[in-house]
């Protein structure tokens, strides 16, 4: 085995313990489409007009689901054991200021 296979090797093993923690959520989820290893949320107070920090940052999986919505995305919480899981459908709205991606899922006010 070389050290490439050997790394590759590991990170699959990775994704399929990770795989196996986002099914215990959610048994629908199927694969993992994406990871980013370290994100944090922060919402957006319109009265304040700034971005205040949450109490949520981790992991981020973007996967595909067997049953609808088809596709989806979690923070793994390193905070606390309440993670965040949004569903993506036609109602999320997503703007890319890199670094940061922004959403708006329905519940948002306007």
């Known amino acids: 085995m070389t050290a490439t296979s050997a790394g590759s090797s590991l990170v699959a093993k990775g994704l ?61 919480n390193r905070l606390s054991m309440e993670n965040l899981t949004e569903p993506i459908t036609k109602d999320l709205d997503f703007q890319l200021q890199d670094p940061f991606l922004l959403y708006r899922n329905a519940r948002c006010k306007e």
């Open 16 to 76: 399929d313990i990770s795989l196996a923690a986002l099914q215990r959520q959610d048994p629908y989820i199927d694969n993992i489409v994406d990871v980013a290893s370290q994100v944090a949320l922060y919402t957006y107070n319109n009265r304040a007009n700034e971005w205040e920090k949450t109490e949520v940052e981790g992991t981020l999986f973007i996967y595909t689901r067997l049953a609808s919505p088809r596709h989806g995305f979690t923070i793994m």
